[in-house]
């Protein structure tokens, strides 16, 4: 079946560093990528929409700044939080859809844990 | 927009025993639905999804889910659960030709032996 892979699984890095998350999906193109926040015992959160070639469309009170996306292929989709605090930390999870709409359905990355000191 | 309700945080069954776990949802016309699980610390596995037809959905894993219009329901059965079922269960609504996908806030198995 379709495969997403996401790198880093797990990451602790000190406050005021700024995290790269990687996105691929491995054996289908990705037209859409969505990168998810998850906190502990709560459901996922979407936080952002990306198509290949073009700028993410973020959720309402998303910081755009902050937690900047790159879809530069169809296979790779990056996340990076900027300048991270500790209220930064979470689950982050990815997914990849080879479509535009819910008829190609969404493949998800196995999430990474992201601990800010 | 769309949304969707578990109501129930937290079940508990028996090994063996039949599982239904409830899903509401709310939109204007006819939505897409899916049930995803998600073991700790893991991403999320599609167990099936409802698009249109059969309002009896099968997916993997012996997982079935049945769509009422009429209840703006989705609820997911099992009828024997198994051991290795316990985990996080998230019924997700999208509307048609929507990138905006909405999961409700989960519902935690635990099986007991």
């Known amino acids: 079946g379709a495969v997403v892979s996401q790198h880093p699984s797990w990451v602790i890095c000190k406050s005021g560093t700024s995290v790269k998350i990687e996105c691929r999906s491995l054996d289908f193109q990705a037209t859409t990528m969505f990168w998810y926040r998850q906190f502990p015992k709560q459901s996922l959160m979407l936080m952002a929409t990306?198509?290949?070639?073009?700028?993410?469309?973020?959720e309402q009170g998303v910081e755009k700044d902050k937690f900047l996306i790159n879809h530069a292929s169809l296979t790779l989709s990056t996340l990076t939080v900027t300048s991270a605090h500790p209220e930064d930390s979470s689950f982050y999870i990815c997914s990849a859809s080879p479509g535009q709409s819910f008829n190609q359905p969404q493949h998800f990355g196995d999430g990474t844990r992201l601990s800010i000191l | 927009a769309q949304s969707v309700t578990q109501p129930d945080i937290h079940i508990t069954v028996s090994e063996g025993a039949s599982l239904e776990l409830r899903c509401n949802y709310s939109y204007g016309a006819t939505p897409y639905l899916f049930w995803y699980v998600q073991s700790p610390g893991q991403g999320l596995q599609l167990l099936l999804k409802?698009?249109?037809?059969?309002?009896l959905v099968q997916g993997i894993k012996g997982f079935e889910a049945e769509f009422k219009r009429s209840q703006s329901s989705f609820n997911l059965r099992k009828p024997s659960v198994h051991w290795s079922d316990a985990a996080e269960y998230f019924c997700?609504?999208?509307?048609?030709?929507?990138?905006?996908?909405?999961f409700g806030a989960g519902t935690r198995l635990t099986v007991k032996p």
């Open positions: 409802y698009f249109s037809g059969d309002t």
């Open positions: 990306s198509n290949e070639g073009s700028k993410a469309t973020y």
């Open positions: 997700a609504v999208a509307a048609y030709n929507n990138n905006d996908m909405r």
